[in-house]
């Protein structure tokens, strides 16, 4: 029995502690924006925010997160930096298959709430986590750069 | 729906059929025979086929019919149509067809056919659209239609300035004459609006979301988890397993064993573990301990193979001629120069990124199997299931759902098979079956490894006067249709050489093997503009410089029947084009690069597209290559349909092609693959993205596909750069460090 609370909401479920979040999220709650895509910590499709921090859920025991606030890609639009993210996404088209699209979201929005204004360096780095199979890492680049200069100004 | 308001045969080519919807507006539905004939790999003509509506409100909606594993199909279709029809682009809804080929003609996503395939018919079913509202607008006004304009879905008489929407209009244009689709006036291109404007991945605004799209998304209610646990070893059967144990593991509602059926497209022997939960399916299968009988293949390797490849290579003697002219031997004895060389390129795994997963339902009562597929080829997995399980095509309903990527390894349905299979021994349960990404990376249809002896010889004026081949490729057993492990017997450049001799020669294999992303082309690259480079370097000259000299005065090779009818011969005016354009891009031979960098140049024609890429490289002491720009000149055909998508598949392609020459390969031991995962099998990261230029070079073509040709010419692109920075011939894929270390 674990008691998470995923987007601002109180959820209890009957699942092993050892269960990875990835496969509560998607097979007890419905939340399949969440991507499985190795399993391993290795691809970044699975990410989301522990207490604001990006984190690869197949690998998080659920056991492991009471307490702890989770939010997903379902609610990244609840937020102005998810919304100019998702803004940015749109406006330079990034995606191909977009499979990996939300976990890249949540590693990008969890840089730009560190570092509203990161370099390249800076931005290669953090999303060096996230395989894009499609490769679209030219226009995710130009998309957190959009995002970092509207996030700035809108702060203002 | 409705009645039909009318039905005639337009024209010898296409039936368009008009309708009223049931709630009033248009409906339009057209067949378009025989133009995809080995589409759908047969050799019947099958019929193509379009559907719109409009409704009173004005709202469109285009049935997208092919599946869309993120090459941009979905949205580009659609936009021929709408194109034509004066369409209101952000009116146009576009829901996906399931898989019915007798309805929507071959649906396949593939072999960057779509284009080329739709480019005129969709557009003249929209033409023939606009021409029945643009009647029935003339009707109500009592004028003639020729006098009225059209814009944005709105009918306009300019010479009084009402206006009519289509939506207003879709009912009576119903009941208009429907005019013959071959006849219609297409616009010219200076008037497109939507052709040519970049238009955002029509499911974009879902996926920023977290909608659930994909076909890993199903849900459905009362739904179970499978997981499928398969020999290691290509070609092993199933003997033994401790069924119980893994049925006593939390969550696991039951363990079935399930013989296989067919070959490794269809179902091969496993254990499928059901629960309630995935993760908990998945984690049974540890006490599984299933005993396997791995015959004969367990002892194959990857480098057994290549120790026999190589033995075929220093013996001389290809097994079988491919292609042979003029005299060879002679041409050898008074060469100046001979150049000789052995390629070597490895298996590769797709890997996209959404791991093979079907979900299905046995309805036990209709004796139907209904089922929700990420596949690039609908309609082939629908006749394979049924053909499985005995049942009749229509009683194997396939949802097609967006797959997240496809890179050619949905063309085969494996996964369908075992969905089915699992589905039918639990009636009336949904069942979703996932693979594992480590069932994903053992459990490929594999780019095949190939090897390549390649000799080349030179007049005294550096002339290339001969080349011969010698290549190692794979016997595959029950190989249909379209065989990734062969080579196309001219070329390039056998037809520019006055004698030119490709022979091959086939090794035993139980490894699977299918098409990759660009199949053959993405090899085949790599060795002949690898090895072209070297015999331009032996030239004194470079590789740009020799490819055009080679064709110099070549004329267009006459049209051909191809793959989706007439197809135009290779035209070495349009290769000159792009090369001459990656030249002037990227400054070659002018280029003042920084300390330690270098260009590297590589030209391909495949999938009717002509590509000319250079590279810029440099080498680390300890030996890692690092591309910095990649230049990129592309033909292909004289529009950009969508230049978001296109750019993106380019410039996708491009790193694809990185990650082929830089980190990628799959290794077999003991009859098994041993990769497992991204750790071992790396994909290209972000850092790995260099700057990529791309510059189309429109020529008078029909447009044709871009998922696929610009991805070879940068592995030699690569390739070359490595040896001009290093002087280091990289004859093998992927790059090995350890000969380019020099600390
Ligand atoms: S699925 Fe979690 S990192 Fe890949
Ligand atoms: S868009 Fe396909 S994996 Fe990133």
Request: charged letters at 20%; one cysteine or more.
């Amino acid at each position: 029995m674990a008691t998470l609370t995923i987007n601002g909401e109180t959820r209890t479920l009957d699942v092993p502690d050892d269960m990875p979040l990835l496969w509560a999220l998607r097979n007890e709650l419905g939340m399949v924006g969440t991507k499985f895509g190795c399993g391993m910590g290795l691809c970044g499709a699975c990410t989301v925010h522990v207490d604001g921090v990006a984190t690869r859920s197949c690998s998080a025991p659920v056991g492991s997160l009471a307490g702890k606030k989770i939010s997903t890609i379902e609610h990244l639009g609840e937020t102005p930096l998810g919304r100019a993210l998702q803004k940015a996404w749109l406006d330079v088209d990034v995606m191909q298959c977009g499979y990996c699209q939300a976990g890249q979201l949540m590693t990008a929005s969890a840089l730009l709430a560190k570092n509203p204004n990161p370099s390249q360096a800076e931005v290669d780095s953090a999303m060096q986590g996230n395989i894009c199979r499609c490769a679209c890492y030219g226009r995710i680049r130009e998309a957190i750069q959009i995002a970092a200069k509207e996030g700035a100004t809108a702060d203002v | 729906m409705s009645e039909l308001a009318e039905t005639m045969q337009v024209s010898r080519r296409t039936l368009l059929k008009a309708s009223v919807l049931a709630g009033g507006g248009l409906m339009l539905s057209a067949t378009i025979p025989g133009i995809a004939r080995a589409a759908t790999g047969s050799a019947q003509a099958a019929p193509l086929n379009a559907f719109v509506t409009i409704a009173p409100d004005g709202a469109i909606t285009i049935v997208g019919k092919n599946p869309e594993i993120g090459q941009g199909i979905k949205t580009m279709l659609p936009m021929l149509i709408a194109e034509e029809l004066d369409a209101d682009w952000d009116k146009v809804a576009i829901v996906q067809g399931d898989s019915d080929s007798r309805k929507y003609g071959p649906q396949l996503a593939g072999g960057s056919f779509a284009t080329p395939m739709n480019w005129i018919p969709m557009r003249q079913v929209g033409a023939a659209g606009r021409a029945m509202l643009l009647e029935a607008a003339a009707k109500r006004w009592g004028v003639t239609a020729s006098s009225l304009t059209t814009s944005k879905g709105v009918v306009t008489n300019p010479a009084n300035g009402k206006t009519l929407t289509y939506g207003e209009l879709a009912t009576d244009a119903a009941a208009s004459a429907v005019p013959d689709p071959g006849k219609v006036a297409l616009k010219d291109p200076k008037d497109f609006h939507i052709i040519g404007r970049k238009i955002g991945g029509i499911d974009s605004p879902k996926i920023i979301h977290g909608e659930p799209i994909y076909g890993v998304d199903t849900q459905l209610p009362g739904m179970v988890y499978a997981a499928y646990e398969r020999a290691p070893v290509f070609g092993a059967k199933y003997l033994s397993a401790n069924l119980a144990a893994a049925k006593a593991e939390p969550g696991v509602i039951d363990v079935i064993a399930i013989p296989g059926s067919g070959g490794p497209e269809q179902l091969v022997d496993g254990v499928a573990v059901i629960a309630k939960n995935w993760w908990l399916a998945n984690k049974a299968r540890s006490k599984l301990g299933v005993q396997w009988d791995n015959g004969e293949w367990a002892s194959h390797s990857t480098r057994g193979y290549d120790e026999q490849a190589r033995a075929f290579m220093a013996s001389g003697k290809p097994a079988e001629s491919l292609n042979k002219k003029g005299d060879t031997a002679a041409a050898f004895a008074s060469a100046a120069k001979v150049v000789d060389a052995e390629y070597h390129y490895p298996f590769l795994a797709h890997v996209p990124m959404e791991p093979m997963n079907c979900t299905a339902q046995w309805h036990s009562k209709t004796g139907t199997m209904e089922m929700w597929a990420p596949t690039q080829t609908p309609n082939g997995g629908q006749q394979s299931v049924a053909k499985m399980l005995g049942l009749p095509e229509d009683k194997v309903v396939v949802h097609i759902t967006r797959s997240g990527g496809g890179f050619g390894r949905r063309l085969i349905n494996d996964f369908m098979h075992q969905a089915a299979a699992i589905a039918k021994a639990k009636p009336d349960t949904p069942v979703q079956l996932i693979w594992t990404r480590e069932d994903d990376v053992r459990g490929d249809h594999y780019r095949p490894a190939g090897w390549h002896r390649l000799r080349a010889a030179l007049d005294d004026k550096g002339k290339l006067t001969a080349i011969e081949d010698h290549f190692v490729t794979f016997d595959l057993p029950g190989a249909g249709g379209f065989n990734p492990a062969t080579m196309p017997k001219d070329h390039f450049p056998y037809a520019f050489v006055p004698n030119a001799s490709y022979g091959q020669s086939k090794m035993k294999t139980a490894v699977p093997m299918g098409a990759l992303r660009a199949p053959t082309s993405n090899a085949l690259s790599f060795v002949f503009q690898s090895f072209l480079d070297e015999v331009a370097h032996e030239a004194g000259t470079d590789l740009p410089t020799l490819l055009l000299a080679l064709v110099d005065g070549a004329e267009a090779e006459p049209a051909q029947q191809g793959f989706f009818g007439k197809q135009p011969g290779f035209d070495p005016g349009r290769m000159r084009s792009v090369i001459k354009k990656a030249v002037a891009m990227s400054d070659w031979g002018h280029a003042s690069l920084p300390q330690g960098h270098a260009l590297g140049f590589g030209y391909y024609y495949s999938h009717l597209g002509h590509f000319a890429e250079v590279a810029e490289v440099s080498v680390s002491k300890a030996g890692l290559v690092t591309v910095h720009n990649v230049w990129i000149a592309g033909d292909v055909g004289s529009t950009i349909i969508n230049p978001f998508g296109a750019l993106n598949q380019v410039q996708g392609a491009a790193i694809d092609g990185i990650g082929q020459a830089l980190s990628l390969a799959v290794e077999l031991d003991k009859g098994a693959v041993t990769n497992s995962n991204f750790h071992n099998y790396a994909i290209p990261r972000m850092p790995v993205a260099p700057q990529i230029y791309v510059e189309f070079v429109p020529s008078d073509n029909a447009p044709t596909g871009l998922g696929e040709p610009a991805l070879p010419p940068v592995i030699p692109a690569v390739t070359n750069a490595v040896f001009a920075a290093t002087g280091k011939r990289i004859r093998s894929l992927p790059i090995d460090k350890k000969l380019l270390a020099t600390a």
